[in-house]
């Protein structure tokens, strides 16, 4: 299971320029995160302050037991190996071919053989589909395939931990999808918990448990997905949509002149430019590939969620509660699909299931390893309490009990 990751008023400064102060906030073990916040709100550096990378002058960061901030330096090398690391720019070595690169922490940190080390290379060379593109130089690879490269040598020491700074800087629509789903399948597989930072908006409504956003050198908010989602605050709600007009600048602070100057705009009806899409409709959670195992992540998170729920206003409560109902319905359809697709594998052994990614196709090929690992379907679907509400609920009704 992926350790917890526990920050207490955590403060960071660089000489006299202050990033963020007093930032505290737990991420559940194996559970999805996301980190949001306008550019220059020092999210790069949070991470890197996660890793012992960067010193707080105030504060503590809990891993496993451990206070990295006063520990050994022996002990945060330990640590550090708990971690897997997707650098902005996949931070790959341009001398080395992506083989070497990916093999690159087995050979630094373990006493592995040559032959053990190919093993867990290839593994995750496949898992991120990039067969046959092992022996390029990073300069001769797409800045996709960088990425996924960069992943697949974040994975190679089984992190319980992984970091990831802007997955999807830099890549279409289509292969930020690619790369979202592989977070989740990493997930499901080895319930790592997983800090995402990033600036798609996509990303943040599909794909983590929960959500935190810096803004203003503080920690704005962190919970559930459906609380950021359908939250009333402005700057929550500006960087959702992305409207010019609000809280939020082109530098950090904006002026009263220039707040003045947007309000009669707006007044006007002149556009902020921002997408008029409605967040508090929450979209479902990315699920797992089919023939990938349940998130036991997914399961606790929910554990945990409904146990908070009474805390949360009635709009967060309600948008948790659809959300649930909504991922009870899909892995019901999923699990129906599986057992489809299973009858007609026994009916007609020769199409294969399970089969292994093919090698790769060219630039940017997207892996298909995942394809369906029959048997592998969901358990039933369960009941959940919701603790201080009185009875249980069936999983796909949703309760409206409160006033
Ligand atoms: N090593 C450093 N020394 C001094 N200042 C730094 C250092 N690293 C980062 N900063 C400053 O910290 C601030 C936050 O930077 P950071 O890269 O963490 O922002 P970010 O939120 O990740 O931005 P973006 O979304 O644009 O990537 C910036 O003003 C940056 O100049």
């Not at 990916?102 to 990039?130: C, N, Q, S, Y």
């Amino acid at each position: 299971m992926g350790v917890e990751v526990s920050v207490e008023g955590l403060t960071k400064s660089f000489g006299s320029q202050n990033i963020w102060r007093d930032v505290t906030f737990t991420l559940p073990s194996g559970e999805v995160n996301a980190l949001l916040g306008p550019s220059g709100t020092g999210k790069s550096v949070f991470l890197k302050t996660l890793i012992g990378l960067l010193h707080p002058e105030q504060g503590s960061v809990i891993i496993d037991g451990t206070d990295i901030t006063l520990c050994s330096a022996k002990e945060l090398y330990e640590i550090r190996k708990l971690f897997g690391v997707l650098f902005q720019d996949g931070a790959l070595f341009g001398s080395m071919s992506l083989y070497d690169n990916i093999a690159f922490p087995l050979r630094e940190h373990t006493k592995k053989k040559e032959d053990e080390v190919r093993r867990i290379v290839m593994e995750k060379v496949e898992m991120v589909g990039l067969l046959g593109a092992e022996d390029k130089l990073p300069g001769e690879i797409s800045g996709g395939m960088r990425k996924r490269a960069g992943l697949a040598r974040a994975l190679v020491l089984d992190p319980q931990i992984i970091l990831c700074d802007e997955p999807d800087s830099g890549l279409d629509p289509v292969r930020t999808a690619y790369i979202s789903q592989l977070l989740i399948d990493i997930n499901a597989t080895i319930d790592a918990t997983i800090l995402i930072v990033t600036h798609n908006i996509n990303i943040a409504r599909t794909i983590p448990d929960n959500i935190g956003m810096l803004f203003r050198k503080e920690l704005v908010m962190f919970g559930p997905r459906e609380q950021l989602l359908t939250s009333e605050q402005p700057v929550v709600k500006q960087f959702l949509s992305g409207d010019r007009f609000g809280p939020i600048g082109m530098s950090e602070e904006k002026d009263e002149a220039v707040a003045a100057a947007e309000a009669a705009m707006q007044a006007a009806g002149i556009s902020g430019g921002g997408t008029k899409d409605d967040f508090t409709e929450i979209i479902p959670q990315v699920q797992p590939n089919p023939g990938m195992p349940e998130r036991k992540a997914s399961v606790r998170h929910r554990e945990r969620v409904l146990e908070m729920l009474p805390t949360f206003t009635p709009n967060v409560q309600d948008a948790i509660l659809r959300s649930i109902a909504q991922e009870d319905e899909i892995k019901a359809q999923n699990r129906g699909e599986m057992a489809q697709a299973h009858a007609a594998t026994v009916a007609a052994p020769a199409v294969a299931l399970g089969k292994s990614a093919p090698d790769y196709a060219g630039d940017d090929a997207v892996t298909q390893s995942w394809a369906v690992a029959p048997g592998l379907v969901d358990g039933p679907t369960e009941e959940y309490e919701v603790p201080n509400e009185g009875g249980r609920h069936s999983s796909t009704e949703i309760p409206d009990n409160r006033s």
